[in-house]
């Protein structure tokens, strides 16, 4: 196996002077101009046919979809490999991960985004994560405390899953159990690194004690990516060779508010 070190080191925020979401504002003459997107850079590691490591950086717009595609575990994260234990920060494609639902599984591609304190942002919680601390969510989940990405989903299982979703469970974004006591949401004084793992397919690891669900960017109807943007999009994951190739979620997606509108009803 080669590795192919980083053209660009290190993450950060490039931001313009206008902060229009809608891509066009009004010009001194009243007509509507272009825009430029905030942007971000992502680090972007997979692994190649001929098994090589290939690792970059690039830049690409910060919006949702690209966001949520990186933005799951925080650094000193445990995963379960098939070399024992080992921090999220130290995964390399081509490791074997074990998952919960297919057992040892090739790591294909690793992202990683950086939270900036200042960052400027159109969701505010992007510059945040979240501490799920010790024995929070029953005995051993997580231990030892665990910190999460902003766009971090773990999966919950609850009889309210059952009877909105007709699962047992359900992935929930991990900043839906913020209580200030056990599950406290951080804003960091100073950078620090966002990572996400895709595999083969779509998955959850264990990781502290904690099922967090791995790569997949949801349905492509609701990413609201069209033209060159979805090209783009597609682009920041070289192991995909189509969107069709991110298949079925494991477990449905929904809000924590849901569950609890099905349990008080």
Not at 19 to 35: E, K, M, N, Y
Not at 146 to 157: E, Q, W, Y
Request: with cysteine; glycine share 8%.
């Amino acid at each position: 196996m080669t590795y192919t070190p980083p053209t660009t080191a290190g993450l950060a925020v490039e931001s313009y002077t206008s902060l229009a979401q809608t891509g066009r504002i009004a010009s001194p003459s009243g007509q509507l101009r272009r825009v430029m997107p905030l942007m971000r850079k992502y680090e972007v590691a997979h692994l190649t046919p001929s098994l090589q490591i290939h690792e970059d950086t690039v830049s690409a717009p910060a919006l949702p979809a690209f966001e949520d595609a990186f933005a799951a575990f925080g650094r000193g994260a445990i995963v379960q490999t098939e070399n024992g234990p080992t921090a999220i920060e130290d995964l390399l494609p081509g490791d074997r991960v074990m998952t919960t639902q297919y057992g040892l599984q090739t790591l294909l591609w690793r992202g990683v985004m950086t939270i900036s304190p200042n960052a400027q942002t159109s969701r505010p919680h992007m510059n945040t994560m979240t501490r799920i601390t010790t024995d929070a969510l029953g005995y051993g989940r997580p231990a030892p405390d665990l910190v999460l990405g902003p766009a971090a989903r773990i999966l919950h299982k609850s009889p309210a899953a059952r009877v909105l979703t007709g699962q047992d469970a359900a992935l929930v974004p991990a900043r839906d159990f913020i209580d200030g006591s056990q599950l406290i949401e951080l804003r960091p004084v100073a950078t620090v690194s966002c990572f996400q793992l895709g595999f083969v397919r779509h998955c959850t690891i264990m990781v502290n004690g904690i099922e967090v669900e791995t790569l997949h960017p949801g349905p492509a109807h609701a990413l609201g990516l069209r033209g060159d943007l979805q090209h783009q999009f597609m682009a920041m994951f070289p192991h995909i060779s189509r969107f069709a190739d991110f298949v079925t979620l494991v477990a449905p997606r929904v809000n924590r508010e849901d569950l609890e509108l099905v349990s008080a009803a």
